[in-house]
Structure formats: structure tokens, C-alpha cells
């Protein structure tokens, strides 16, 4: 898929045309809906390992070992896990 169309450099910019361009070209329209898709997924995503996370702590993995496994540091587990009222086992 070509996002941007071919500019044609014999007319220059002041011609103010580009090549391919027409009233049904929609790789704008295209690009903006992958944008809204990839955004869903990531939200999706960052829910998933909210819930992995809190499971993992519920089961008694201690923050630190999880901030290990996720690649993130103990302060963000921790305010994730209080965030969500997980952060006090029992």
C-alpha cells in the first residue's frame, strides 16, 4: 500500500499537482482506520497485562519478580497493582 502519492517533479510546486491523486483515492481514509485498529489493539494489550500482572501478585509473585518478567520497574507495578486495589494481599 502506498501511503503518499507519487509527486510529480516535472510541474514542480507550483503546478500544485501530484501524480495518482483523484477523488477516489482513500489511503488517507485507509491509514487513519489501521491507526484506530493499532490504538484498540494496544488498549486491548495494556488491559491484558494489567490483568497478567494482578493474577501474578494474587498468586504470590513477589513486584519485583514481575517488573523482571515484564521488562518494566517495580514503582509501575506497584502504582498498577494499587491502582487497581490489588496491592494488599489477603
Known amino acids: 500500500m502506498r501511503l503518499l502519492p507519487k509527486y510529480d517533479h516535472r510541474t514542480g510546486p507550483s503546478a500544485g499537482t ?3 491523486m483523484t477523488d477516489e483515492d482513500n489511503s488517507l ?3 487513519t482506520a ?3 485498529a493499532a490504538q484498540e489493539a494496544l488498549h486491548v494489550a495494556r488491559r491484558n ?3 497478567a500482572i494482578v ?3 494474587r498468586q504470590g509473585e ?3 519478580r ?3 518478567r515484564t521488562g518494566r520497574n517495580v514503582i509501575e507495578i506497584r502504582n498498577l497493582l494499587a491502582a ?3 496491592a494488599h494481599r489477603g
Open 18 to 20: 501530484m501524480v495518482g
Open 34 to 36: 489501521a491507526l484506530a
Open 29 to 31: 481514509e485507509a491509514a
Open 62 to 64: 513477589p513486584a519485583a
Open 84 to 86: 487497581t486495589g490489588a
Open 66 to 68: 514481575i517488573a523482571e
Open 55 to 57: 493474577a501474578a501478585y
Open 49 to 51: 497485562l494489567s490483568a
